[in-house]
């Protein structure tokens, strides 16, 4: 069984930063995509940024782009979200996720972390 737990959620202030870690345990694929969703209240569940091995890419929502960076540790299983310029709209829900192809597609999310940002 895989789980995925993150941390750094928070309140900050419009402008100001903060960074999302997320760690898998257990049995990963060596080759995954890794990132991140959010849930605004009221909203559906959207695409924030992920990130897939071995190639590397990365993805961003349009909303995020040059704001959010994405990074990975492959040696940890670990998956990072640097969040700069945060404005009131990225408030929501941060969730994790990790999946892969093998013989079928497996799946797994985090348990969310809290990311409030006052104007």
């Known amino acids: 069984q895989v789980q995925l737990v993150e941390s750094g959620g ?12 997320c760690a898998a345990s257990g049995s990963t694929a060596r080759f995954n995509t890794m990132g991140w969703y959010r849930q605004a209240p009221g909203k559906q569940r959207e695409l ?6 071995p190639i590397g890419s990365t993805t961003y929502a349009d909303s995020v782009k040059g704001r959010f960076t994405i990074s990975r540790d492959n040696g940890k299983n670990t998956v990072y979200l640097q969040m700069n310029s945060l404005k009131p709209e990225d408030t929501a829900v941060y969730y994790c996720t990790i999946n892969w192809w093998a013989d079928v597609r497996y799946e797994y999310w985090g348990q969310g972390t809290q990311v409030t940002v006052s104007s």
């Open 48 to 53: 924030v940024a992920i990130s897939s091995t």
């Open 10 to 21: 928070g309140l900050v202030q419009a402008g100001g930063s903060l960074r999302l870690s």
